[in-house]
Nanobody
Framework: QVQLVESGGGVVAPGGSLRLSCAASGSIFSVMGWYRRAPGKQRELVALITNSDSAIYADSVKGRFTISRDNAKSTVNLQMNRLKPEDTAVYYC???????????WGQGTQVTVSS
């Protein structure tokens, strides 16, 4: 049974930083990543990383966010720097056992960027 436990959300001023972490258990995951849903908007991809450390980012976060994973611990992290108010959203951890397989989702963690 796949389980995901997220941590690290909170409130931060514009220009600040936060680090999100997701601990996954129950399998070995080929793809791990983060999505977000802002108020009134659809869920969107933020970043994902494969088990060979190939990463992709949404254009809106390139140069500010960094995704990383620890395969030994089955964790995926998202370092978010130079945060903007438009980064405010619920962030969801997402994993796949195989790239074409089903998605598994965390419960979500709130990130609020506000002065």
């Amino acid at each position: 049974q796949v389980q995901l436990v997220e941590s690290g959300g909170g409130v931060v001023a514009p220009g600040g930083s936060l680090r999100l972490s997701c601990a996954a258990s129950g399998s070995i995951f080929s793809v791990m990543g983060w999505y977000r849903r802002a108020p009134g908007k659809q869920r969107e991809l933020v970043a994902l990383i494969t088990n060979s450390d190939s990463a992709i980012y949404a254009d809106s976060v390139k140069g500010r966010f960094t995704i990383s994973r620890d395969n030994a611990k089955s964790t995926v992290n998202l370092q978010m720097n130079r945060l903007k108010p438009e980064d405010t959203a619920v962030y969801y951890c997402n994993v796949k056992i195989v790239p074409s397989g089903p998605d598994y989702w965390g419960q979500g963690t709130q990130v609020t960027v506000s002065s």
